[in-house]
């Protein structure tokens, strides 16, 4: 059974920095596209960043582009996010998702194309 966990959520002051983890079992991570996605309440879930399969591109939305690093360790079946200089918009809960059909092409923000999902990890940016 495929089952993704996500980890490293919680309350940092504007301009810090935090690393989710997403940890899969049941499967190995490097061969789907694997998407990070943000949610607030009332709002749609919104894409973060996401890489395709066997560390291929990556891809990000504009609002974090140059703040937030995705990455994979294959060894230990996980992607990171690296989120660097946070802001108080960037408040949400996190969610790591897999991609089961995309093969080789490059990974997308569109949440509906994603088919395995994480329960999710709260990031707060406040002082």
């Known amino acids: 059974q495929l089952h993704l966990a996500e980890s490293g959520g919680g309350l940092v002051q504007p301009g810090g920095s935090l690393r989710l983890s997403c940890v899969a079992s049941g499967f190995t991570l490097n061969y789907y596209a694997i998407g990070w996605f943000r949610q607030v309440p009332g709002k749609e879930r919104e894409g973060v960043s996401c890489?395709?399969?066997?560390?291929?591109?990556?891809s990000y939305a504009d609002s974090v582009k140059g703040r937030f690093t995705i990455s994979r360790d294959n060894a230990k079946n996980t992607v990171y996010l690296q989120m660097n200089s946070l802001k108080p918009e960037d408040t949400a809960v996190y969610y790591c998702?897999?991609?089961?059909?995309?093969?080789?092409?490059?990974?997308?923000?569109?949440?509906?194309?994603?088919?395995?999902w994480g329960q999710g990890t709260q990031v707060t940016v406040s002082s």
């Open positions: 998702a897999a991609d089961a059909l995309r093969g080789f092409r490059k990974c997308v923000l569109n949440h509906r194309e994603y088919g395995y």
């Open positions: 890489i395709s399969n066997s560390d291929g591109p990556t």
